[in-house]
T-cell receptor
Framework: EDKVVQSPLSLVVHEGDTVTLNCSYE??????LLWYKQEKKAPTFLFML????IEKKSGRLSSILDKKELSSILNITATQTGDSAIYLC???????????FGTGTRLQVTL | SAVISQKPSRDICQRGTSLTIQCQVD?????MFWYRQQPGQSLTLIAT?????????ESGFVIDKFPISRPNLTFSTLTVSNMSPEDSSIYLC????????????FGPGTRLTVT
């Protein structure tokens, strides 16, 4: 059975801090890894990673995949209160684009 | 990406009844999916909605409980049948555009409470 594990489960930081969120996976026929931000109901797409070692960047957020270690990290620099959310990691594996989600990391950024 | 809408955005239903959730996309998409997120849990895939044919259900989900329709490339419905309090969840549709590797985008979700 495909498995995705995220750590830490929750995190409280001060505004301006840098955070690193982790995602590890055990799946059959890996295709891609996706990161989402969930603030209320709908997860918002952040990154899709397919190749090892290539960093994807969007503003203060960046992410990289390590296929050898079966893991990915999501970095957020100079955190703001608006970054407070649950960050979800999902892995696409096998056929038909099935996504397996991790339980998420709840990030709280305080003033 | 695309604009994805879901109706209703929330509902409170009595046990034993059924609710149909609609998902509408403003452009044609390759794939449409339905997910459930139970309180405090992550997302679980219910099924892949196939255009013009029966949906493909994941283990633990059956057509009698969660009938799905997808009459065209922009619209799908999920029905939660004979509801019980355990069905209280957020239900989300997602869409993907690619042919070989997919970025999935989610609709705004439907928060269902069953009393």
């Amino acid at each position: 059975e495909d498995k995705v594990v995220q750590s830490p489960l929750s995190l409280v930081v001060h505004e301006g801090d840098t955070v690193t969120l982790n995602c590890s996976y055990e799946v059959t026929n890996f295709r891609s890894l996706l990161w989402y931000k969930q603030e209320k109901k709908a997860p918002t797409f952040l990154f899709m990673l397919t190749s090892s070692g290539i960093e994807k960047k969007s503003g203060r957020l960046s992410s990289i995949l390590d296929k050898k270690e079966l893991s990915s990290i999501l970095n957020i620099t100079a955190t703001q209160t608006g970054d407070s959310a649950i960050y979800l990691c999902a892995v696409e594996a096998g056929t038909a684009s099935k996504l397996t989600f991790g339980t998420g990391t709840r990030l709280q950024v305080t003033l | 990406s695309a604009v994805i809408s879901q109706k209703p955005s929330r509902d409170i239903c009595q046990r034993g009844t059924s609710l149909t959730i609609q998902c509408q996309v403003d452009s044609q998409v390759t794939m449409m999916f339905w997910y459930r997120q139970q309180p405090g849990q992550s997302l679980t895939l219910i099924a892949t909605a196939n255009q013009g044919s029966e949906a493909t259900y994941e283990s633990g989900f059956v057509i009698d409980k969660f009938p799905i329709s997808r009459p065209n490339l922009t619209f799908s419905t999920l029905t939660v049948s004979n509801m019980s309090p355990e069905d209280s969840s957020i239900y989300l549709c997602s869409v993907a555009f690619g042919l070989f590797s997919y970025e999935q985008y989610f609709g705004p979700g439907t928060r269902l409470t069953v009393t």
